[in-house]
């Protein structure tokens, strides 16, 4: 933190939290101008053995190097060093370049940096809009899922509820609502049901509708227990299959789609099935693909934010060396002086490694930048 200060991400995310208080922009600006007055003050401490004197070139890269050492150990260290090392690296060169070939060292430098904040800005926007449109894939798959784990429930509870004697829907779940009673007809009371047509008749119309209103409520809890039992028996299968892992659950779907024949009347891709109680599904392949895509999403979104805290982290500390060399220096030569300072620093903090890792987090095997490595080695 003495090097970078606290990243704008880290005052959002305060922010956001329940009890944040919101800050207005001109507090905002404030707040990033101490920043970048305490960065430049800490580096002008760094810097002060070599431009007082204290040390000379060689033994001041041997002390960088070993507090590049110790800040490499810290997490993402090493990444965060690469990113310092080039803004240091890049301002004192360009610092130095204004006496050399008449400038046009500097100048080419200015437009190569003008390169590299362009690069930086244009990965943010690519790694935005990849989390994005992973995040709008995963909401597809997690929405399928789900559709298909309520068509399991419900066609369970419709095995529940005929089970229990109610006539049931396996699309809804619910039971059937029973045809309304009629009184018989005069010609079937003259064959035989005089005694049954008669008992209609003397039967009350409020007996009728408490009848009914039994036979509701009784349909309607058996609708909810079956529901409820449905839920529990889904729930522990998929809990099941989870721990069995993809593999098994890749098993059974072969073992279930040889045992039904194409084209009969129990095929049908991603259908829910109950053999003796258990449901069976297809559809495991696509809660391993929804928790995929989800665990994508969240990679993609942590590289999009390390990209933008490169670009907060370079902006800062462009400031902060900007300060550190025109604000009323002590003199030229103490001014070159910073700025050879500034270039032995940032090659030491490029050029850091982590001892202890063979690879750090976000960087591949073969050697390929982690994410921001562009920014830390561009």
Not at 323 to 347: C, F, S, T, W, Y
Request: proline share 6%.
């Amino acid at each position: 933190e003495p090097l970078v200060g606290a990243l704008k991400l880290a005052a959002m995310a305060s922010e956001s939290q329940p009890g944040g208080e919101d800050v207005s922009s001109a507090e905002a600006a404030f707040v990033q101008r101490r920043r970048e007055v305490q960065c430049a003050s800490n580096l002008k401490d760094l810097l002060e053995p070599f431009v007082a004197g204290h040390l000379d070139e060689e033994g001041f890269r041997q002390h960088v190097e070993q507090k590049a050492e110790a800040l490499a150990l810290t997490p993402f260290g090493e990444e965060l060093l690469h990113v310092i090392g080039y803004v240091y690296t890049l301002a004192g060169e360009k610092w130095l370049g204004r006496s050399d070939n008449l400038g046009l060292t500097a100048h080419l430098l200015v437009l190569k940096q003008r390169g590299h904040i362009l690069g930086n800005q244009a990965t943010v926007l690519g790694s935005g809009a990849k989390a994005w449109w992973t995040q709008r894939q995963a909401a597809k798959v997690a929405e399928k899922v789900e559709k298909a784990r309520l068509k399991k429930v419900r066609a369970r509870a419709a095995e529940l509820l005929e089970a229990q004697g109610f006539p049931a829907d396996p699309n809804t779940g619910k039971a059937l609502a029973p045809p309304d009673q009629k009184p018989p007809s005069p010609l079937s009371a003259a064959e035989g049901g005089k005694e049954e047509a008669g008992a209609f008749a003397s039967q009350a119309p409020q007996e009728r509708i408490k009848a009914a209103a039994r036979a509701d409520e009784e349909r309607q809890n058996a609708e909810k227990e079956a529901l409820e039992q449905a839920q529990k028996e889904v729930a522990a299968q998929e809990a099941e299959e989870a721990a069995a892992g993809p593999e098994a659950a890749g098993a059974e779907g072969e073992a279930a789609k040889g045992a039904t024949a194409p084209g009969s009347p129990d095929s049908g891709g991603g259908s829910a099935k109950s053999q003796g109680g258990r449901v069976t599904s297809s559809g495991s392949s696509s809660e391993a693909q929804a928790a995929a895509s989800q665990a994508k999403f969240m990679v993609q979104m942590l590289e999009t934010l390390w990209h933008i805290s490169v670009l907060d982290i370079e902006a800062t500390l462009r400031q902060a060396t900007h300060k550190l060399l025109h604000d009323k220096p002590p003199g030229p030569e103490a001014a070159n002086r910073r700025a050879r300072a500034l270039v032995i620093v940032g090659r030491a903090f490029a050029q850091a490694e982590c001892p202890d890792l063979e690879e750090q987090p976000g960087q591949g095997g073969d050697g390929s930048a982690a994410p921001g490595g562009e920014a830390g080695g561009a």
